[in-house]
């Protein structure tokens, strides 16, 4: 194998485990929305509540944007390095 194509295969495992990582943090992400939202329904009554409440739908939508950009990454570098690696194919 060609040192080009075992490069561009790394790099599309590489992807492929961005994918799978990101997806499972938006999974982890989700649940602990959920949480949050019955939180807050349950100590929403007053402003201590409402305040507490805030602060923890905050924090768990904290990582949303950086696990989307790792998600994209990861499909970057899957695409990328499945097209590296066809065209870096030995021709016979």
């Keep these: ?38 939180i807050n329904s349950a100590i929403s009554g007053n402003s201590a509540g409402r305040m507490i409440g805030g602060g923890l739908s905050g924090k768990a939508s904290q990582y949303d944007t950086q696990v989307m950009v790792l998600l994209i990454a990861g499909i970057v570098l899957t695409v990328g390095g499945c097209i590296g690696a066809y065209h870096f194919r030995k021709r016979r």
Excluded: C, D, L, P
Excluded at 8 to 28: D, E, P, W
């Design 1 to 38: 194998m060609h040192v080009k194509r075992i490069v561009s295969v790394v790099v599309a495992a590489v992807g492929v485990v961005m994918i799978v990582y990101a997806m499972s943090s938006m999974s982890r992400i989700s649940e602990a929305k959920g949480n949050v939202r019955s």
